[in-house]
């Protein structure tokens, strides 16, 4: 029997703003927790008015370094996110995904971009 939990972004951060990434681990952890556990997670975006990459990157992206991309498709779904925010998720993912793959890379070439 497969397990599912549903995670509500507006309950467990208690606002429909969703810009800071303290905000972000509050989901982040909920959904370490339940992946690791191999439970399939909805995660609803439902009531969500404001999302920021800073708090997408915090809640979604990091699980990259936790786990690899299979598990993650297999047990994660979103819903009823609006479609702005849709497209600034899949950017998130890219990213996560690029950085987690050679984070030594990634951090040599941030480094070297800022130092211009």
Do not use: W
């Not at 309950?11 to 399939?40: I, Q, T």
């Not at 969500?48 to 708090?55: D, G, K, P, V, W």
């Amino acid at each position: 029997m497969e397990k599912n939990i549903n995670i509500s972004i507006f309950e467990v951060v208690g606002s429909s703003l969703c810009v800071a990434s303290d905000d972000g681990h509050k989901v982040y952890h909920r959904l370490v927790a339940a992946l690791g556990k191999n439970l399939h997670v909805c995660l609803s975006f439902r009531n969500i008015s404001t999302l920021t990459s800073a708090f997408l990157n915090t809640a979604i992206g990091q699980l990259y370094g936790e786990f690899d991309e299979k598990r993650i498709r297999e047990l994660l779904k979103v819903e009823d996110i609006e479609p702005d925010d849709v497209a600034l998720l899949k950017h998130v993912v890219v990213n996560a995904k690029q950085y987690f793959e050679d984070e030594a890379a990634f951090g040599k070439a941030l480094l070297e971009t800022t130092e211009d």
